[in-house]
């Protein structure tokens, strides 16, 4: 017997305004899609959509810039009230470059602009868009709601599309989850003929963020959403923020 | 209407001898697991199994390893007949430290040990596993032996599991691949309002490879083959090296 699982792409979001409740979306959007919420469905959603619900979005017209931003907007050739946003979001400049700012954003992970993003907000080029301020906190909010509506124990993972040093091309990464651990972890054990596993712990959140890009992926916000139903998966206490290397362990800097 | 994909893992693979023909074996146990081969299927398969098939496998007994190897195995505390077996493998010696050598391997790409693998090899220690010679080819071979057996168009993803540089955990990647191209291409275009794109380049080859561990994860051979179906992909040509950043793109060095 083959082992099945079904990644499900929700159609028919509407574009999302501050107050708007995800959870309850989903559910409603999963009705009409014909595919209902069931219990162990892992739910994988843009952080965009969560983002705007929670209303983390920026008027660069009311924002000025400190000389920190001003110093690497120099640096970078970005706009200086687009680095003070990023600054906002940022514990950590890493690396700041003709083209890129790479720094450590709140939530403790490496990545350009701190996930801080201009494209694709309500047709206008001064606003820009913000992470979710506590994901891991905006995925259990979604947990619960759908937990409240439909009696089903779902798991949430919230992710962002992100670009990777020495791999070309982006992919989707977690960056919030709730109620499935962020990591299958194999540490300890021994294969079928006694051996250590080579592979020690993976980076299941990070799969699965992958994984709801085969019908996400768009870059637009067609389809927010994706069902994962039919695995067999970890549930747990977890934060996304384990996934990220602690700057002791980074072999590049 | 939702958007749907399946992820099929097959089980009942056997143990892989040098000569297998793993196209061969695709065929006739996605056969035996009652779900066949389709237009269309995306083939994810573990660089294990296909490596084995090439017999590219080595009894680290009958190596000598060189002055270079020695060294090398002194400042990371490795085996040298590992390291010599690495060597073989490698363009360049990227990083070596305490407990991790980082090369560039044949295929151009950036990883620890070259891929060399010593666990999981017939119950034997001194056995290792090197990555298949030539992973596109490798690909083209297995789809070309499921046409001849079936009539069916279909495209595969050779894979390999790998840690990432800032982010704790192990995903699978893609070093080999047939039929399918290794990215999806937004670069020039324009969202609905006319905004362009944040998302550049998808990396959908490795967005698979991490799709196919939701069925493969278990570092055994238990399930080395996932089907993914129902994804509307681009054909065309492609190599996986292309994943491969340059290294005058690195950031972090």
């Keep these: 017997m ?15 305004k501050k107050g708007d409740d995800i959870g309850d979306l989903i ?4 009705e009409k899609n014909g595919v209902g919420i069931e219990d162990g469905d892992i739910i994988v959603v843009k952080s965009k959509i969560v983002s705007k619900a929670e209303g983390r979005i920026v008027n660069l017209n009311k924002v000025n810039p400190s000389p920190d931003a001003m110093r690497l907007a120099e640096i970078t050739g970005k706009d200086p009230r687009l680095v003070e946003v990023i600054l906002w979001e940022t514990i950590e400049v890493v690396k700041a470059t ?4 790479i720094v450590k954003n709140k939530q403790g992970m490496v990545c350009a602009n701190a996930g801080v993003d201009r494209s694709n907000v309500a047709g206008r080029s001064d606003i820009v868009i913000l992470l979710p301020e506590d994901p891991d906190e905006s995925a259990r909010k979604i947990v619960e709601k759908i937990r409240e509506l439909t009696g089903k124990k779902v798991a949430v993972i919230i ?5 990777r040093p020495l791999r070309n091309g982006q992919v989707d990464m977690a960056i919030g989850l709730y109620g499935i651990k962020p990591f299958k972890d194999y540490r300890g054990k021994l294969d079928l003929k006694g051996y250590r596993l080579r592979v020690k712990r993976i980076a299941m959140a990070d799969a699965l963020a992958a994984t709801s890009e085969l019908v996400t992926v768009n870059g637009s916000e067609g389809i927010p959403v994706a069902i994962i139903r039919g695995l067999n998966y970890e549930e747990g206490e977890g934060k996304a923020s384990e996934l990220n290397m602690p700057e002791d362990r980074w072999l590049f800097k």
């Design 98 to 101: 003709r083209r890129h700012l």
């Design 27 to 30: 559910v409603s959007i999963a």
């Design 159 to 163: 992710t962002d599309t992100y670009g």
């Design 2 to 16: 083959p082992v099945k699982v079904e990644i499900i792409g929700l159609e028919g979001f509407p574009e999302i």
